[in-house]
């Protein structure tokens, strides 16, 4: 198998790259020609590979080189389009209609292989296929499978691996794309559901809103030169900033459960009790192991009807990181259980330049189309207007080319097909 990487010279870019190349498939990873991008090929061509660094880990994995090939990085988009079998877009949501719009030039629609988005934020692909057409194959992953720096040029440092996510098949594929698939990304589950991904996009909950409800204080502390911690000051220690949020995910549990998926915190019907069985069911059976690839499937195999449903911020911290869902418990006090939360976490800029288009937009857009109050999002985007006061809007997702139909039709995954002979493989 081949892999594309558009966007290698980015932080989980070389994340993949490493990874590939160590799991023993061909490589080819696309640097645009920006300064950064030709930095990157540059130092990876002196050094003939890319060195990966880790901290401690369970898997005893060292800090090591990874030999590469003189022409298994570079700037040739054409190579990337023609030789891979699978792109995986690698750099923020907000960026990939221009990247689309690029691989189309290059000759994508000859190939027709998968674009794996990762992640793809909220509603990206039906802006994709006004680009490439209806139906070209997408792969939607729900986060990116890393937590990654780069913290030199010719370097990746993978803080940690996700031991599962999930991917939305959206469009057309052929069955050895999805069994290909599969092989390449063993620890991911897969569904033919776009609101899995869509709807499930917790960075939308996070990330703008407490961002800009903290951003005096943000800026403040670096007028004082200080460190502000994202989650423990601007969340864990701030009542008014966590109810705002959970104000907002409530939006997002209503939206799923109006498109019938099964909905873990909603007001209401927390559906508290399905919760705890399926997660206690999971611990019993991780408590028996402790090979990381074991407990890699244990989640791929415990998690299956979790991971086709919709979960609240709470309950996907427990699912994510292991904070055991107390029943009834706010947002504000399960973020300050969060051990990874508590050590370092800082307010990013990301979190407003590519979460508010590709997240709270649309977000807002499909609570609209469907009647409810979305006056929680709107105060956030108030905010953003006020502090950012961007003008150009080409990346925001607000749909509103699409009819209320097309739009539930599509999240709901009404134009997934499998196409082609069974066992067909295409060459070249
Ligand atoms: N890194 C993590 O630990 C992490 C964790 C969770 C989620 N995520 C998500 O995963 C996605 C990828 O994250 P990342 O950390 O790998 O991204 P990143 O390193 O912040 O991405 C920046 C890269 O985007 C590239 N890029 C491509 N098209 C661009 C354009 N039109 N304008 C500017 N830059 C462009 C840049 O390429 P050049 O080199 O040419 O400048 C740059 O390397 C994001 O959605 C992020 O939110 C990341």
Redesign the pocket.
């Known amino acids: 198998m081949k892999i594309g990487i558009?966007?290698v010279?980015?932080?989980?870019?070389?994340?993949y790259l490493v990874d590939i190349i160590e799991s023993g498939h061909e490589v080819y990873g696309y640097?645009?020609?920006?300064?950064?991008?030709k930095r990157?090929v540059a130092a990876v061509h002196t050094q003939q590979g890319i060195f990966l660094e880790r901290p401690d880990n369970e898997n005893q994995e060292e800090a090591h080189m990874i030999r590469l090939k003189e022409d298994d990085v570079g700037h040739d988009l054409e190579k990337l389009v023609h030789e891979s079998d699978f792109i995986i877009v690698?750099?923020?949501?907000h960026?990939i209609q221009?990247?689309v719009k690029q691989l189309k030039k290059a000759g994508i629609l000859k190939r027709r292989i998968p674009i794996i988005l990762?992640?793809s934020?909220t509603f990206a692909v039906p802006y994709l296929w006004d680009i490439l057409g209806e139906g070209y194959p997408f792969v939607c992953f729900s986060?990116?499978p890393?937590?990654?720096?780069?913290p030199a040029d010719g370097t990746a440092y993978i803080?940690r691996r996700k031991r599962s996510w999930l991917m939305s098949l959206e469009g057309e594929f052929k069955q050895y794309q999805i069994d290909m698939l599969i092989q390449l990304f063993p620890q991911a589950l897969l569904n033919h559901i776009p609101a899995t991904t869509s709807i499930g996009n917790i960075?939308s909950i996070f990330h703008p809103g407490a961002f800009l409800l903290n951003y005096d204080a943000i800026n403040q502390a670096s007028i004082e030169g200080r460190p502000y911690s994202f989650y423990m000051e601007g969340i864990a220690n701030n009542e008014v900033v966590a109810s705002h949020l959970e104000k907002i995910d409530q939006i997002r549990l209503k939206i799923a459960d109006m498109l019938g998926l099964t909905v873990f915190g909603l007001e209401g019907h927390p559906n508290e009790e399905r919760f705890q069985f399926i997660m206690n069911h999971l611990r019993d059976k991780e408590e028996q192991h402790d090979n990381i690839d074991m407990l890699r499937q244990i989640r791929h195999d415990y998690l299956r009807e979790i991971n086709d449903a919709i979960l609240s911020a709470q309950h996907w911290l427990d699912y994510s990181y292991g904070i055991e869902r107390i029943s009834g418990e706010s947002l504000q006090q399960a973020i300050g259980r969060t051990k990874t939360y508590q050590q370092t976490s800082f307010p990013q800029v990301?979190y407003v330049e590519?979460?508010i288009p590709?997240g709270l937009i649309p977000m807002m857009a499909i609570g609209e189309r469907l009647g409810l109050d979305v006056s929680p999002i709107k105060v956030i985007l108030d905010l953003y207007a006020h502090h950012f006061n961007r003008c150009e809007t080409n990346d925001w997702r607000d749909l509103q080319q699409w009819s209320t139909d097309y739009i539930l039709r599509y999240l709901k995954g009404e134009f997934f097909k499998i196409i082609g002979d069974v066992g067909e493989k295409e060459v070249g």
């Open positions: 558009h966007s010279s980015s932080q989980s870019g070389r994340a640097a645009r020609e920006s300064v950064h991008g990157f690698a750099h923020p949501s960026y221009e990247t990762s992640p934020r986060t990116n890393y937590s990654c720096k780069a803080k960075g990301r590519e979460d590709t």
